[in-house]
């Protein structure tokens, strides 16, 4: 069995396209046969080794328990995160740490280990996915208490580097936080395909309320259901 890129993306926990950029960089030891790229599991697992980075998927999937329930909806985790607007930054660093602090339904203890999960997944590759948008997530669970998955929708007061993946500067922050691997997997994976909808990232772009998002991404799930 070989794994395509989306599949090694998920096992790293990473953004499909930080994947295809460490491919097209030779980073990443995957056979390019007939315009698709591809890597045997035993391979990953030995160069994610020697790069000191974890193996998300099954080992992690069987720790979870039963009690886990299936990821219901972007809409329902965009709704759950909330939406805020003129978030302060100059960096990275500043603006996780203003975001962190908007983030519902977690307990204010937590904050700070939200934000050491979040930077120190930066340090290990940017969520900056291009087009001005990052998608910043923990590595590894968090540890907190939180009943669902959501997704905190941050509009920055002004675009900042994020050594996104094409140099832009980043404008929208969309904070993915799960209680589960699974969960996260599934939350990352949708999310990133709604992103690659030109309309929708342009939508973004434009710094719509609350309302007018929800309504968009709602047209898109139905769209896709």
């Known amino acids: ?22 491919v097209r960089q030779g980073k990443i030891p995957m056979q390019h046969s007939r315009g698709t ?17 974890e193996i998300q998927g099954q080992a992690h999937e069987a720790e ?3 009690e886990d329930h299936d990821f219901d909806s ?13 978030i302060e930054g100059s960096d990275c660093e500043t603006a996780l740490k203003s975001t962190v602090r908007h983030i519902p339904n977690i307990e204010p203890s937590d904050c700070e280990r939200v934000f ?9 590759a940017s969520t900056g996915i291009g087009n001005g948008i990052a998608l910043p997530h923990p590595r590894s669970n968090p540890d ?23 140099g832009k500067p980043v404008r929208v922050l969309m904070v993915l936080l799960s209680r589960s691997t ?16 030109t309309g929708f990232r342009n939508h973004l772009l434009t710094t719509p309320s609350k309302e007018e998002l929800f309504e968009k991404i709602s047209t898109l799930e139905s769209k896709r259901d």
Not at 4 to 20: D, K, M, Q, W, Y
Not at 116 to 123: P, Y
Not at 182 to 197: G, I, N, P, W
């Open 1 to 22: 069995m070989s794994l395509t890129i989306s599949e090694v993306a998920a096992r790293l926990n990473l953004p499909v396209e930080t994947v295809f950029r460490w």
């Open 37 to 53: 790229y591809s890597i045997r599991p035993e391979i990953l697992a030995r160069w994610a080794l020697e790069h000191k980075l």
């Open 64 to 66: 979870i328990g039963d």
């Open 74 to 86: 972007i809409l329902l985790a965009m709704q759950r995160g909330g939406v805020f607007y003129d």
């Open 116 to 124: 050491e999960k979040l930077l120190e997944r930066e340090h290990l």
């Open 144 to 166: 907190i208490v939180l009943e669902m998955p959501q997704i905190t929708t941050c509009f920055l007061s002004g675009a900042i580097p994020f050594e996104a993946i094409d």
């Open 182 to 197: 699974k969960q996260h997997l599934a939350m990352l994976s949708k999310l990133s395909y709604y992103l690659r909808d």
